[in-house]
């Protein structure tokens, strides 16, 4: 009997689970990245998207997808955001203005 319930509990099987997958990008920079970064943006810096990729999950996430994920995320906030004109605004590149007079001459 005792050889039975041995077999028993050595038998059974854990499953891993990935407690990532589903999440949206910005819930895994949120639980994974906030409390060292303020913000994502900036930490993508122009790397290219696969060794950004691999780096993220060699070192922080849970599996693949959710590193290309991420990557992709940190990708976008590193995108400028576009001003809007706006009617009538005038641009700073605008005539030149002329050169102010010397004095004293």
């Not at 993508?44 to 290309?68: E, I, M, N």
Request: glycine share 6%; proline share 10%; net charge positive.
């Amino acid at each position: 009997m005792t050889l039975a319930a041995a077999a028993v509990l050595t038998a059974t099987v854990a499953f891993a689970q990935n407690l990532d997958a589903g999440k949206p990008p910005a819930k895994l920079f949120a639980d994974g990245c906030a409390t060292c970064h303020r913000s994502p943006r900036g930490l993508a810096k122009g790397r290219f998207s696969l060794t950004l990729t691999w780096f993220l999950k060699d070192h922080y996430a849970t599996s693949s997808d959710s590193a290309k994920a991420l990557a992709s995320y940190l990708e976008s906030m590193d995108t400028p955001p576009r001003a809007a004109a706006k009617p009538g605004a005038r641009s700073s590149r605008s005539a030149p203005r002329p050169p102010r007079p010397v004095q004293g001459q």
